[in-house]
T-cell receptor, first 112, second 116 residues
């Protein structure tokens, strides 16, 4: 199975930078996703990493280290609308079957 | 981007009745669909994974006879909550991918189920 850990809550200031960490343990790793979810809504895709390194997409960047089982999501120039939960999800393809499991999510509050 | 349509978006049913939730991929063939459940202030919990044409793989603790999943075509999967009880009230979300090499799992809008 998979064990995915991320902080439950974080607070950051508008205009600042925040880093949300995620660690995981899985036997058949085949990619890590970050999703944003506002309360009462379905998650929306932010980023995907399958190889080590940094993927940048506008104000959002995601980093992966497969050897360390570690990823982070970096949010720059924070805006109030970035207040949401950020979900780390790991895809495992052990046995030829695909499975995507989510962490508990990090609730980010952006304050003025 | 790819679209996954989930219906209904909300449903209220009486205890003991069954509810069917549909998940359709509108512009791609979804070889794998996932069903999640999310209780308030909690993350998405994977219930089952279904591959087109084969039986769903259920996560530990999820009753396969209570949550019936059918993935009969590459564009449609259904989740039926049988003999629903108030404790089944939750937010149910499906997601779909086109294969293991796909870079994204696309989500439906979610279904808010309330059992009274």
């Amino acid at each position: 199975g998979q064990n995915i850990d991320q902080p439950t809550e974080m607070t950051a200031t508008e205009g600042a930078i925040v880093q949300i960490n995620c660690t995981y343990q899985t036997s058949g790793f085949n990619g890590l996703f970050w999703y944003q979810q506002h309360a009462g809504e379905a998650p929306t895709f932010l980023s995907y990493n399958v190889l080590d390194g940094l993927e940048e997409k506008g104000r959002f960047s995601s980093f992966l280290s497969r050897s360390k089982g570690y990823s982070y999501l970096l949010l720059k120039e924070l805006q109030m609308k970035d207040s949401a939960s950020y979900l780390c999800a790991v895809r495992d393809t052990t046995g030829g079957y695909q499975k995507v499991t989510f962490g508990i999510g990090t609730k980010l509050q952006v304050i003025p | 981007g790819a679209v996954v349509s989930q219906h209904p978006s909300w449903v209220i049913c009486k205890s003991g009745t069954s509810v069917k939730i549909e998940c359709r991929s509108l512009d791609f063939q979804a070889t794998t669909m996932f069903w999640y459940r999310q209780f308030p202030k909690q993350s998405l919990m994977l219930m089952a994974t279904s591959n087109e044409g084969s039986k769903a793989t259920y996560e530990q603790g999820v009753e396969k006879d209570k949550f019936l999943i059918n993935h009969a075509s590459l564009t449609l999967s259904t989740l039926t909550v049988t003999s629903a009880h108030p404790e089944d009230s939750s937010f149910y979300i499906c997601s779909a991918t086109a294969g293991t090499s796909n870079t994204e799992a696309f989500f439906g809008q979610g279904t808010r189920l309330t059992v009274v």
